[in-house]
């Protein structure tokens, strides 16, 4: 009996630890590990890579059935571990089409992760039920649009945003054991 208890006892341990060391994946690839060998499984997938710098990688390729999508790949700036992705598909140049957009990937994302955890739709400014208005809200960065859904691994936040005169849905998927691993070089930084 204290055999099979001990047994039990250390399944349920292995599992435990198991499940904390889960990392998020995109597409298919767990976010972990040196930043540049990450962006090289990405470009096994057929990205191009377009810039490269310390503050992270920018590629180009097939994302969500959508051709050139730019996806920004960020490590941590001391380790260089990867801790966050980020994918922008492009959204059209109106509110409605930029809306429109937005809700299709969300409901792409809702068939494989189920209810966001978080959404939110509102303006810090009066926008008046104006599709010009709610543009340029956006534009001026006073457009609050995010939904987040919060996964074993991590989190992934979809949110319209203006950057370099084009309007994107950006799907950023950040890694919740290397986001900790930052946070506390922050902390000892302090």
């Not at 995109?26 to 540049?36: L, Q, R």
């Amino acid at each position: 009996m204290k055999k099979a208890l001990l047994i039990t006892l250390l399944a349920f341990i292995s599992v435990v630890c198991s499940a904390q060391d889960v990392h998020l994946k995109f597409k298919g690839i767990s976010i972990d590990g040196d930043y540049k060998v990450f962006s090289q499984k990405l470009i096994q997938k057929g990205f191009k890579q377009i810039e490269v710098s310390a503050d992270g990688i920018v590629l180009v390729g097939n994302f969500m059935a959508t051709p050139e999508v730019m996806v920004v790949v960020y490590p941590d700036p001391t380790s260089k571990i990867v801790t966050m992705v980020s994918a922008m598909i492009e959204a059209g140049d109106n509110w409605a089409k930029i809306e429109s957009k937005y809700y299709d990937v969300i409901n792409t994302y809702k068939q494989k992760y189920g209810e966001p955890t978080e959404h939110i739709e509102e303006f810090t400014t009066k926008v008046y039920d104006s599709d010009p208005m709610r543009l340029m809200a956006l534009q001026n960065g006073q457009c609050n649009y995010k939904t987040l859904w919060e996964t074993e691994g991590g989190r992934i936040v979809i949110s319209p945003t203006y950057v370099n005169f084009n309007h994107y849905i950006v799907c950023a998927y950040v890694d919740e054991l290397n986001a900790k691993a930052l946070r506390q070089t922050i902390i000892d930084d302090i």
